[in-house]
């Protein structure tokens, strides 16, 4: 049985987990980070499967999101 390849990178951040979480789920705001992003959804809720336009006029399908459980 064949497996789809992974590739993991690990990175520091100098910020708290509250403050990365607040950026990531900020979708509104990726095309300010990411200049290939030209429309996410501006609500998100559990459960919102988070599609995302793209400069070249493709769309991606990411899934829907689930958010992680308490620590």
Known sequence: ???????????SVAASPEEVWKVLTDFASYAQWHPDLV??????????????????????????FLPPGPP
């Not at 049985?1 to 990175?11: C, F, H, L, N, R």
């Not at 429309?39 to 829907?64: C, F, H, K, Y």
Request: charged share 20%; glycine share 10%.
């Open 1 to 11: 049985m064949a497996t789809d390849p992974v590739i993991s990178t690990v990175t």
């Open 39 to 64: 429309q996410m959804p501006e609500e998100v809720l559990p459960g919102t499967v988070l599609r995302a336009r793209l400069s070249n006029g493709s769309e991606i399908d990411g899934g829907p």
